[in-house]
């Protein structure tokens, strides 16, 4: 099976790659903005700038596709507030660009998406709650879906929340906090913002058996346990011995972010616990394969 992967270089495909490469015999074709740092004889890739719709479909056609996968988006949600026309490029054009190579190719489409499609004021969400984005991110997000669905082409949405794993991935949440442990800086984290927390190998494995099982629709992917960002924190700080004190509490009101956040946010992933045969991980056990990653080191 041929897989092309957009957004190689994302967190999500950091992951994604090592397991497809592990667990599976299928061909990967690598998309990205940079060289990708992978070296194997089932892998091959190309740079290319994602948001040109005809280098994008001159990169992924003569691969022959079975399954693309969308990993490619703009995610920093302030950015997004900031950045409208690049937020709408990758958020929604370019699923626009995928959702097209993938009606020549016919193509299975993996789409990725997120909790930010909320308003938040009821989290945690299931499958069938109502989206009402109340940021610019949010809105591409929810748009880029949309795309997706009225495409006609055969595809799956994974909703996500708060990804974390090891480096090379970008900084997140996660990181952000044992880093702030790892030079003894003080920060405030917000306690009116829940989620929960997602590790990353947990949204590569939903990725592995939505090919296998060849899932359509849409399935909500997170973490077991559904916290406060400021819970999340104290627990990171108390699982790698840290100075409690590191971490103060404050309010998203006090925060001078240009995008509003969604409170209670989070999604229920029950309906891809029993029809993908996963159980998601908690924060304790999330915490405990990241510090086996962060010790051993792991495959780029
Ligand atoms: N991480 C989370 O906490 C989270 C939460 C909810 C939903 N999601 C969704 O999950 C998906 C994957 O997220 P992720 O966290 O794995 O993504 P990520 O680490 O933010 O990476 C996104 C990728 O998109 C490409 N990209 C973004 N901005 C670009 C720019 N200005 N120029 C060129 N390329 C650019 C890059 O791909 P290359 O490096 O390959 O060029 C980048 O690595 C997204 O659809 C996101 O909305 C993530």
Known sequence: MNITIIGAGSTTA?????MLIAETDWNLHLISSQ?????HERI???????????????????????VIINAAALTNVDQCETDKGLAHMFNVNLVEHVVRVARSTDAYVIHLSTDFVFNGEDGPYDEDAVPDPINYYGRTKLAGENVVVSSGVDATILRTNVVYGPPPARMDFVR???????????????TDQYCNPTYVDDLALAILRCIERRATGLYHIGGADYLS???????????????????????SDLLDQAARR???????????EAKLGIRFRGLESGLVSLRRALFAGRPQ
């Open 14 to 18: 950091r992951a994604l790659v090592p």
């Open 35 to 39: 060289e990708a740092p992978y070296q």
């Open 44 to 66: 091959t890739s190309a740079v290319v700038d994602v948001i040109d719709r005809s280098a994008l479909k001159a990169a992924v056609m003569p691969h022959n596709p079975d």
């Open 229 to 251: 960002r400021y819970q999340i924190a104290e627990r990171v700080v108390a699982f790698f011995k840290g100075r409690p004190s590191l971490v103060a509490p404050t309010t």
């Open 176 to 190: 952000w906090i044992i880093r702030a442990m790892d030079t003894d800086t003080d920060i405030n984290v917000v």
């Open 262 to 272: 969604p409170l209670r946010g989070g999604l229920v992933p029950l309906k891809a």
